[in-house]
């Protein structure tokens, strides 16, 4: 039987709202400026893929990608969700460090298998009040598959605050796994950052 938590809840209103949780304030962001960010965000996932480096030595760079061209902040307060409420300023400051290895790691390795492929940019449109930058990703072997990557200027610059891979959303899918590690660990945060540093 299925039993309506105060996550599950939230996570289905999240779902069903989520045009209102996501950046504004698109005063300068133009179709052209959003496709220029995401044709620089490619060249740099196409360069680390043809690069030949170790895994590790990708996953530092892919960091610092996601560090350059994602809302890393947004990102991860939006993870969190509603425990970030009672998250104190030290625990939002670790959580923000760890969940942005943790996203460089686990969608790192999605990208390593683009290896001997290739990402292009194929499109650009506004979404209400951002823009929705498609591309499609060309591996060997396969069918190509689209990565679609949102974007906003809510800090003021350029950046991406959402992405799919093959239609899965980061922004809920890392949602509902934060929620998880808290789970399991009965809402301790200090406990759950510690799991993070060792996931993805």
């Known amino acids: 039987m299925f039993r309506l938590t ?64 994602s809302d890393t902040s947004y990102i991860a307060a939006y993870a969190m969700g509603v425990d970030g409420r009672r998250a104190t300023s030290a625990q939002k400051k670790q959580f923000s460090k760890a969940f942005q290895q943790y996203i460089s790691r686990k969608y790192g390795k999605r990208f390593r298998e683009f290896i001997g492929g290739r990402l292009e940019v194929t499109g650009v449109r506004k979404v209400k009040s951002w823009y929705e930058v498609s591309t499609l990703a060309h591996l060997r072997g396969e069918a190509p598959f689209e990565v679609t990557f949102h974007v906003s200027e809510r800090t003021g610059k350029d950046l ?28 301790d945060i200090d406990q759950m950052i510690a799991d993070l540093k060792r996931a993805g």
């Open 6 to 69: 105060r996550r599950s809840f939230s996570l289905s209103l999240a779902a069903a709202t989520g045009a209102a949780l996501v950046p504004a304030q698109l005063l300068a962001l133009t179709e052209s400026s959003a496709k220029k960010l995401i044709d620089s965000l490619v060249a740099d996932i196409n360069k680390v893929i043809a690069s030949g480096k170790s895994e590790t030595a990708m996953y530092k760079d892919f960091e610092r990608i996601f560090a350059r061209y």
């Open 160 to 187: 991406f605050f959402n992405m799919y891979i093959e239609g899965v959303n980061l922004l809920l899918t890392e949602r509902t796994e934060i929620g998880a590690m808290l789970d399991r660990r009965k809402g």
